[in-house]
């Protein structure tokens, strides 16, 4: 089973502020099969990226979803008020879902 | 746009069984193209998949929760559900259900439903 980390596990930063979040994976896996979801306080998660750097629908450009091999990294251009939340990444490998533990954008 | 909702008892005594439902609108199971999941979200909020099935009743589930696990779909209803057997503390947790997409660019949940919390407490 392929295990993700997500670092860091809190970052503080103001809005406007470019946010840089990493997942590694535990061995090589296939950018395809890499996702980004933000979940707010009482709410569902909701899928931001997939395939590693597709945006998906409606979600502003200000995300962006770089990667390969074992890193990847969710980039936020620009934070706005909204954006503040926990961030997860999630592979699919071998028949299996899994997910980073999430890092958390909170406002400095 | 396809919602989905999930229903059923927010309390369970330890050792019975969990049991859900997710309901589907603005779209038809039946129609193909995605599988249906459940997932889990522990209190410390770390997420777990327990499974997936496809409209055809086919099905695939964690190994971690395999022999628990029974998931099932009634297209006349456009549902899907879980069974849980043999509850204990560590199952209680927000569990969701979600459109599962996949694809040559890969497999992904997207929408999910709004989750509801089960307690498994005597």
């Known amino acids: 089973e392929i295990v993700l980390t997500q670092s860091p596990g809190t970052l503080s930063l103001s809005p406007g502020e470019r946010a840089t979040l990493s997942c590694r994976a535990s061995?090589?896996?296939?950018?395809?099969?890499l996702a980004w979801y933000q979940q707010k306080p009482g709410q569902a998660p909701r899928l931001l990226i997939y395939?590693?750097?597709s945006r998906a629908t409606g979600i502003p450009d200000r995300f962006s979803g770089s990667g390969s091999g074992t890193d990847f990294t969710l980039t936020i251009s620009r934070l706005e008020p909204e954006d503040f939340a926990v961030y997860y990444c999630q592979h699919y490998g071998s028949s299996l879902w899994t997910f980073g533990q999430g890092t958390k954008v909170e406002i400095k | 746009q396809v919602q989905l909702q999930e229903s059923g008892p927010g309390l369970v005594k330890p050792s019975q069984t969990l049991s859900l439902i997710c309901t589907v609108s603005g779209g038809s199971i039946s129609s193909g193209g995605y599988y249906w999941s459940w997932i889990r979200q522990y209190p410390g909020k770390g997420l777990e998949w327990i499974g997936y099935?496809?409209?055809?009743?086919?099905?695939y589930y964690n190994p971690s929760l395999k022999s628990r696990v029974i998931i099932s779909v009634d297209t006349s209803r456009n549902q899907f559900s879980l069974k849980l057997s043999s509850v204990t503390a560590a199952d209680t947790a927000v569990y969701y259900c979600a459109k599962t997409s996949y694809s040559s660019r890969g497999y992904w949940f997207d929408p999910w439903g709004q989750g509801t919390l089960v307690t498994v407490s005597s």
């Open positions: 061995q090589s896996v296939s950018s395809s099969y």
């Open positions: 395939g590693a750097s």
């Open positions: 099935i496809y409209y055809s009743g086919s099905t």
